[in-house]
Nanobody, 123 residues
Framework: QVQLVESGGGLVQAGGSLRLSCAAS????????MGWFRQAPGKEREFVAA????????YYADSVKGRFTISRENAKKMVYLQMNSLKPEDTAVYYC????????????????WGQGTQVTVSS
């Protein structure tokens, strides 16, 4: 079992920055691959970024590439999403997710989910 709790969401103006955090507890965190997803009202949950267990490999959606950075600190059981140059279209609930084996960009592939944190970007 892996429990995930996101934090760091909020209201920010376009062009601003936010840093989301995801605290994990439970099984050995350092062996788990992690991802960030988001879901806007009326839309499907979509992939944002993923990072492998060691932090050595990362993946990004084209829409956030160059603006967002995913990272992790295994000793602290934390995953982060640094979001810069935010746009109104980044407004969504952001979810942290854990995948026990392999790394993927599709929500159904992930085994554990947090409750989400709201990010609102005003124009």
């Amino acid at each position: 079992q892996v429990q995930l709790v996101e934090s760091g969401g909020g209201l920010v103006q376009a062009g601003g920055s936010l840093r989301l955090s995801c605290a994990a507890s439970g099984r050995t965190f350092s062996s788990v691959n992690m991802g960030w997803f988001r879901q806007a009202p009326g839309k499907e949950r979509e992939f944002v970024a993923a990072i492998n267990w060691s932090g050595g490999t990362t993946y990004y959606a084209d829409s956030v590439k160059g603006r967002f950075t995913i990272s992790r600190e295994n000793a602290k059981k934390m995953v982060y999403l640094q979001m810069n140059s935010l746009k109104p279209e980044d407004t969504a609930v952001y979810y942290c997710a854990a995948k026990i084996t392999g790394i993927a960009m599709t929500p159904p592939s992930y085994d554990y989910w947090g409750q989400g944190t709201q990010v609102t970007v005003s124009s």
